[in-house]
């Protein structure tokens, strides 16, 4: 497995893990009914996704940075290797606040329907 694919893998890794936490904790949140967990929810996991697309990224490569490549390091070329890492990042980030904002949406909707049927029957 070679850095390039390596990349591909962080890309990945680090573009979903935001979202699928944030969905997960909405849903178990929602699932408990917790007084009050929609602003919490909101207030912890949205700046959360921030910090995230600052220090993911940047740690990754922090982490495992690029290999030294001579034709490269010379200035014959544009080195791009790397960047799957912030850009996964950042997409993670944006997908964690649209994940977390589906959530509290969904979790508004089925709460309101519920009330709904209560107060009919």
Same mark, same amino acid.
């Not at 490549?69 to 070329?77: F, Q």
């Given at each position: 497995?070679? *850095? ?5 893998? #962080? ?12 969905? #997960? $904790? ?6 408990? !009914? $917790?007084?009050?967990? =929609?602003?919490?929810?909101? =207030? =912890?996991? =949205?700046? $959360? +996704?921030?910090? *995230? #697309?600052? +220090?993911?990224?940047? &740690? $990754?490569?922090? &982490? ?5 490549? /001579?034709?490269? !390091?010379?200035? @014959? ?5 790397? %960047? ?8 993670? /980030? ?10 509290? #949406?969904? !979790? !508004? %909707?089925?709460? @309101?329907?519920?009330? @709904? @049927?209560?107060?009919?029957?």
């Amino acid at each position: 497995m070679d *850095y390039n694919d390596f990349e591909f893998v #962080a890309f990945w890794v680090l573009s979903s893990v935001p979202g699928l936490v944030l969905v #997960a $904790a909405g849903t178990i949140a929602h699932q408990k !009914s $917790a007084k009050g967990w =929609i602003s919490r929810y909101l =207030i =912890i996991g =949205i700046p $959360a +996704c921030f910090l *995230y #697309a600052a +220090c993911a990224g940047i &740690l $990754a490569l922090q &982490l495992f940075p690029p290999p030294y490549v /001579a034709g490269l !390091s010379e200035g @014959r070329g544009l080195d791009l290797r790397g %960047m799957g890492f912030l850009l996964g990042a950042w997409i993670g /980030a944006i997908g964690g606040v649209v994940g977390a904002l589906l959530i509290v #949406a969904v !979790s !508004s %909707m089925t709460l @309101r329907f519920k009330h @709904r @049927r209560e107060a009919v029957l």
